[in-house]
């Protein structure tokens, strides 16, 4: 089986990098509008350009769906590749990735709960967001368990999707070393480590594994060897510009019609496989249309340093949206109504958001190389040092 892999010089990896990050911002908007301005309820008939950009910026749990689709082919592939070369070990596997992730998310968890302290310190009466600040939910959160076994830290909400994000990352290998492992022992002990991680981690985290290895279908199916360039462009279009609006709006009908509260991910599953679909299409669209191009300096530039801070920008921003809600809106909800004068307010407010995460990303994301190379030299000291003072028992 012939794996692709992003040529992370090419304009297909400058277009996912950029689609990650705007992916990021989206979720960010999506957050912060609500908090700051009064519901659609409250806008007049004549509002229409409001009401639009209300609805064009109501689809954040959507896009997250691109995260885990793009997750699912970078790592998945990665995954797929290491196996099949012979190159596999589970050490550097859980080495890549817990660095990865941990980079950002222990100071995203500290800044959380300095975000709440402030809060608290501001309006005295709103402890909300320091109920979750303890040491257990913090451990628990460290361990990509919110979700399953304690509540997201300081109740930074996007943190649910790490939980999925990182339990994806250690099924899949087991689910491929039990397929591939030639011997029975092996392929018993995987199977029994999958069924345990199943076991614990629910019903909807199992569900949205189908719409992780989606992704991992773009690294697997073949080359549209049959379809002109014309075509494949064609359809991308139509893709983009006519589906995935479609299957958007899909998703939030199907929502609202059948009263999906938020987190009740069983029940809201089938609305955002269709989306996934949809975004698994156009990222294998995009992947066989421009994998083999070299992207210019200019734009590699720029997709590298959005994308560079999107991680970032996606765990850090929440609890200042907090804060937010208590200092702006009514602590729940917001009370602008969409004037220029606070529209260009909260722009200015979204604005100042990405700047912070940038800062925070200098600070972490930006050094995830020499974070892992230095994890890596303690691991490799503390292994030689433990062998040494064994060796000495011994004698």
């Given at each position: 089986m012939r794996i692709m892999t992003l040529n992370r010089s090419?304009?297909?990896?400058?277009?996912?990098?950029?689609?990650?990050?705007?992916?990021?911002?989206?979720?960010?908007v999506f957050h912060l509008r609500p908090v700051l301005f009064v519901g659609s309820s409250a806008l007049t008939a004549h509002q229409f350009g409001?009401?639009?950009?209300?609805?064009?910026?109501?689809?954040?749990?959507?896009?997250?769906?691109?995260?885990?689709?793009?997750?699912?082919?970078?790592?998945?592939?990665?995954?797929?590749?290491?196996?099949?070369?012979?190159?596999?070990?589970?050490?550097d596997y859980l080495l890549q990735r817990l660095t990865r992730l941990w980079i950002v998310l222990l100071p995203a968890l500290v800044l959380a709960w300095i975000w709440a302290r402030v809060e608290v310190g501001i309006f005295h009466d709103n402890n909300y967001f320091v109920s979750t600040t303890n040491?257990?939910?913090?451990?628990?959160?460290?361990?990509?368990?919110?979700?399953?076994?304690?509540?997201?830290?300081?109740?930074?909400?996007p943190l649910w999707s790490l939980t999925y994000e990182f339990w994806y990352y250690m099924m899949f290998p087991c689910v491929i070393l039990m397929i591939r492992s030639k011997n029975w022992k092996n392929r018993l002990l995987y199977g029994l480590v999958l069924m345990l991680m199943i076991g614990m981690v629910g019903k909807s985290i199992v569900l949205y594994f189908a719409i992780w290895l989606l992704g991992v279908c773009i690294a697997?199916?073949?080359?549209?060897?049959?379809?002109?360039?014309?075509?494949?462009?064609?359809?991308?279009s139509l893709l983009s510009f006519i589906v995935a609006p479609v299957a958007l709006l899909f998703g939030k009908i199907y929502i609202t019609k059948y009263h999906v509260a938020n987190f009740d991910m069983v029940r809201s599953f089938p609305a955002d496989f269709v989306?996934?679909?949809?975004?698994?299409?156009?990222?294998?669209?995009?992947?066989?249309?421009?994998?083999?191009?070299?992207?210019?300096?200019?734009?590699?530039?720029?997709?590298?340093?959005?994308?560079?801070?999107?991680y970032t920008l996606y765990l850090t921003h929440y609890p200042i949206i907090n804060l937010l809600r208590v200092a702006v809106g009514n602590g729940t909800w917001g009370v602008w109504h969409p004037t220029l004068v606070n529209l260009a307010t909260a722009l200015a407010i979204l604005v100042g958001i990405l700047f912070y995460a940038w800062l925070i990303a200098q600070l972490t994301e930006a050094r995830t190389t020499q974070f892992r190379d230095a994890t890596k030299l303690m691991i490799r000291s503390g292994y030689r040092a433990a062998r040494r003072f064994a060796s000495m028992e011994i004698r």
């Open positions: 090419s304009q297909a990896s400058a277009w996912f990098d950029l689609l990650r990050w705007f992916a990021a911002l989206y979720v960010v409001a009401k639009l950009v209300y609805g064009l910026t109501s689809l954040g749990y959507q896009f997250v769906m691109l995260f885990f689709v793009l997750s699912g082919f970078l790592i998945g592939s990665s995954v797929l590749k290491r196996v099949q070369n012979g190159t596999w070990s589970w050490s040491l257990h939910t913090f451990v628990g959160n460290l361990l990509f368990l919110q979700g399953v076994f304690v509540p997201n830290f300081s109740q930074n909400l697997v199916l073949p080359t549209p060897k049959s379809a002109s360039k014309s075509t494949m462009v064609v359809s991308l989306v996934a679909a949809v975004f698994a299409a156009i990222l294998y669209l995009v992947f066989h249309l421009s994998n083999s191009r070299i992207a210019s300096p200019g734009f590699k530039h720029t997709s590298v340093s959005l994308a560079g801070f999107s």
